[in-house]
């Protein structure tokens, strides 16, 4: 019995729409990216979205937007995929790296306001997991100090905080598109903000620095940019799984419920916390276990595909030793995390009975190591 960690949502009226789009001979960033832009507007219920190339590429554009830059400070968390803090290098600003809540895995707030100086300008909490933030700290905190909120909401869309969708709630979001995500457009990326002027100014400069007008002859290019578009290849997938993206979702709720339920009483696998009033999308369903590396392995010999969560970006050389970085604290949380977090197989097509084999595999692996 093989159980894959994740599979992507693809069906017949997927490839019928990409091939629509393949016969139109229109390859490039066009009509079908932007209805799924304004598909993903709608659902998450903020005012503008704007496709690119990648969730990285969007943290980038959406620094670039704020005018984060040389002599800047920007903070994000230890525990997260290195994009989140590798974007700050990019675009020449100072990273400066925080601890992590134990619970959540979620930025330690306490930490990231102690970490804020005169020359932060902006700050890169993450929605782990599809796990929401806090954002009425997060609010508070960029009123204090008056910082810019972008939202690594990589693994978050259909997150909600206090009824409201991830995507809504920060200066600017950043969704990926990744297949590891559940809608997925192979590689790809989404900016979500209310904030036209940002808006204007992202998605000229992920068209080469264009002004965005109707007539091409009147074409003229204001800024130095880049080209960060997603094709209309790419968009068409991502168009269809919206489509689809409640039932999806309540599908992955369903299964995660019932890794719950089977896991019920196992006092030696913990359950991370859910942020208060948030609605975790459960993009990964985590646990924590003490003998991770043991139990991961054993489960992968029985072909059960399992993963860490994601890194622990002080135990790197790009960022332990890049004198553009600065960590301060030990990290202590973000390590436990490191060390005892475990991603279990989920996809829409995952039955009960793989969940029990999985569930069942997982225990016996943790008892060997007791
Ligand atoms: C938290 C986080 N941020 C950023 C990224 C990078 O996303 P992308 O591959 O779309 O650039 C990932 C990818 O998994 C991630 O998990």
């Not at 503008?48 to 830059?69: I, P, Q, Y």
């Not at 598109?177 to 790809?188: A, C, Q, S, V, Y």
């Not at 036209?196 to 002004?211: A, L, N, T």
């Not at 993963?307 to 301060?328: S, V």
Request: some cysteine; hydrophobic content about 40%.
């Amino acid at each position: 019995m093989r159980i894959p960690l994740t599979r992507p949502y693809i069906t017949q009226e997927i490839k019928d729409k990409v091939c629509e789009v393949l016969d139109s001979g229109y390859l490039t960033e066009g009509d079908v990216t932007r209805e799924f832009e304004e598909s993903v507007r709608d659902y998450i219920g903020c005012e503008h979205a704007v496709a690119v190339t990648s969730c990285t590429t969007g943290l980038e554009v959406a620094l670039r937007a704020l005018g984060v830059g040389h002599g800047d400070e920007v903070v994000v968390p230890d525990y997260t995929y290195p994009a989140t803090a590798s974007v700050v290098d990019i675009v020449g600003a100072h990273i400066v790296i925080v601890d992590v809540d134990p619970k959540t895995m979620l930025v330690d707030y306490d930490a990231l306001e102690s970490a804020i100086t005169p020359r932060t300008k902006a700050i890169i909490p993450v929605s782990l997991f599809g796990n929401p933030l806090d954002y009425e700290r997060l609010r508070a905190i960029k009123e204090k100090h008056g910082v810019y909120v972008v939202e690594d909401a990589a693994c978050s869309i259909g997150a909600e905080y206090k009824g409201v969708k991830v995507g809504n709630l920060a200066d600017i979001s950043v969704f990926s598109l990744h297949p590891r995500k559940f809608i997925t457009t192979g590689e790809g990326g989404i900016i979500t903000s209310n904030n036209f002027e940002w808006v204007e100014w992202m998605r000229s400069y992920k068209r080469f620095g264009m002004e965005v007008q109707e007539s091409h002859a009147a074409t003229s290019f204001s800024r130095i940019g880049t080209n960060y578009k997603l094709s209309d290849i790419q968009a068409a997938v991502g168009l269809v799984q919206m489509r689809h993206i409640e039932s999806l979702l309540d599908r992955r709720l369903q299964l995660c419920r019932n890794y719950l339920d089977l896991l019920d009483r196992q006092e030696h696998v913990i359950i991370p916390e859910t942020t208060a009033h948030g609605k975790h999308s459960r993009q990964s369903f985590c646990v924590f276990i003490k003998n991770r590396d043991e139990v991961m392995d054993q489960m992968r010999e029985t072909g059960i595909e399992v993963q860490i969560g994601t890194y622990a970006l002080h135990m790197h050389k790009a960022f332990n030793e890049n004198q553009n970085c600065r960590i301060p604290g030990d990290m202590v949380n973000s390590r436990y995390v490191f060390d005892h977090c475990l991603t279990l197989p989920l996809y829409d097509e995952m039955t009960m009975a793989d969940q029990e084999y999985v569930v069942s595999m997982l225990i016996k692996a943790v008892a060997h190591g007791e």
